[in-house]
């Protein structure tokens, strides 16, 4: 079955152009919920025309979240090349969060898509982005919470990374956290892709997702597949006070069914700036579909329920895997 993954607009995945354009704000919801929902949002009055945001997957399927609210103005949206314009709020009952836009029965390849607000009506100048859900064909293989005892940290002194329940966080430049699953059907993470580890069984990945703690603090980092190094992702987020919410911080669908070597660096921008954290929760490896996963080689197997919806927070429906 495949796998839905949510994609917070705060995670560094988003690419918003230009981010000048762009403000993180908070809005609190009306009775009887008065629940504080958060969201990217841009004012072409304030901020001129044309303002978009970008996101590339691999996949089969989009849906993209925001608000339907009084001031929502027209906006354009482009999926590989084909366009299509909406008009935002037309009446009717307004949304905190609404479906903006949704595509799919795409080929599973890479797609790319752009949102734009054009700015057209001076009375209703606003564009609201929440979060964005794509669907890839996988299925979960397993999910692997920091706290694993498999997990390997660097450095490894205690004074270096802060542990709670809900993350491993560093502000150390030279953090750093890795996996590898290799050809033998043994999951390992480990700090340096040549290391050894401690091994147990899980099968072959052709995906990966990594999740972690974001807030005005958090830095750059970057993450390096198979020798491939990405370039510095950035959480878009400035708010102050990290919340035990996850968000997807990198995610891969379109491996090769086999041997990988993943590993994620804390990357600060420079010496003596603030943003200089790096907070990872949990990781889920994603697979080709099969009917079981093998796991830790004591002949126990455990049926994929399905497409996640993950959110911000950790998986509800699959439970952590304990790969002791």
Known sequence: MPVNTTVSHVSPLFNYIPRSA??????VAPSPSSSSLTHHTTNATSSGSNASLTFSFVGTGIWVYGGYRVWQGPYVVTLDGDTTHHEGFTGGQE???SLLFAASGLPSEKHTLRIVNNGSDPARPVLDIDYLVFES???EAAVVDHNSSVCTW???????WD???ASHTTWLGSGTMGLKFNHTFKFRVTVDPRACADSVYVPLGSGIAIYGLVDGDSAPFSVTIDGDTSHPLIPNTAQ???????TLLYVRTDLFDGPHD???ENNPLAAGVSATKMSISHMRVMAVDRDTVPLAGNGNTTEPDG???LGYAAPTSAVPVELA
């Open 262 to 264: 993943v590993w994620v």
């Open 307 to 309: 497409p996640h919806m």
């Open 95 to 97: 949304q905190y969060t």
């Open 163 to 165: 542990v709670d329940a």
């Open 240 to 246: 102050s006070g990290q919340t035990n919410q996850s």
């Open 22 to 27: 762009w403000t993180e704000a908070t809005i």
């Open 154 to 160: 660097t450095p490894a002194d205690a004074k270096s």
């Open 137 to 139: 064909n996988l299925t």
